[in-house]
């Protein structure tokens, strides 16, 4: 089945480490996004990238890393620099044009 | 993109139709209502979209006023399992990397 897949589910890191989240979809989209969700709040771009070898800054792109080597992939990195890390991140995608985007069932990372 | 203004928080009776309210009256000609929704810790699903017509599709139908400056997007016949937060999204396709921007969105309480 086509989709877009988040792994893991469920991350435990401790304060200073670096942590790489995994957004892989095979829907063919040359757009991917991440955005992060706080609880009880809306979602708020990280980043996002239209195409491969390119990405762009969202809202709150301080702390963050991204590469999109792949069409397929586009890995997050969630730094040491990101003072609150604790928050539930989504990762979507779409092709573009008046279509809608899908998004992946999240990775709920917890820094201790 | 222009903002967008939803009520916080709704409940309906399971059965009923649930009308969900959206204000976009900053919206300019070529941007498109989108409404999408987001269960409990998942991610948010696409439900319908719509430039100027009144669209209808297997989960909910969108009303779009005239002027356009505001929406409403009706579940016809609501059950428990579409308890969820609703976005009201304005948009231009192909704006910036079609990146979707996230408020606060209302929270439906579908209750027996």
């Known amino acids: 089945d086509g989709g877009i897949t988040q792994s893991p589910k469920y991350l435990f890191r401790k304060e200073g480490q670096n942590v790489t989240l995994s957004c892989e979809q095979n829907l063919n989209h040359d757009a991917m996004y991440w955005y992060r969700q706080d609880p009880g709040q809306g979602l708020r771009l990280i980043y996002y990238?239209?195409?491969?070898?390119?990405?762009q800054k969202g809202d709150i792109a301080e702390g963050y890393s991204v590469s999109r080597e792949k069409k397929e992939s586009f890995p997050l990195t969630v730094t040491s620099a990101q003072k609150n890390p604790t928050a539930f991140y989504l990762c979507?995608?779409?092709?573009?044009?008046?279509?809608?985007?899908?998004f992946g069932q999240g990775t709920r990372l917890t820094v201790v | 993109d222009a903002k967008t203004t939803q009520p916080t928080s709704m409940d309906c009776a399971e059965g009923r139709a649930a009308n969900l309210p959206c204000n976009h009256s900053?919206?300019?000609?070529?941007?498109?209502v989108y409404w999408y929704r987001q269960i409990h810790s998942q991610g948010p699903q696409y439900i319908i979209h719509g430039l100027k017509n009144n669209e209808t599709n297997e989960m909910a139908s969108l009303i779009i006023t005239e002027d356009r400056k505001s929406s409403t997007l009706i579940l016809p016949h609501a059950t428990l399992r579409d308890t969820a937060v609703y976005y009201c999204?304005?948009?231009?396709?192909?704006?910036?990397?079609?990146?979707?921007?996230f408020g606060g969105g209302t929270r439906l309480m579908v209750k027996p």
């Open positions: 900053t919206i300019s000609g070529n941007e498109y």
């Open positions: 999204i304005v948009r231009v396709p192909n704006n910036a990397g079609n990146m979707l921007t």
């Open positions: 979507a995608s779409s092709i573009g044009g008046v279509t809608e985007a899908f």
């Open positions: 990238s239209q195409i491969v070898n390119d990405f």
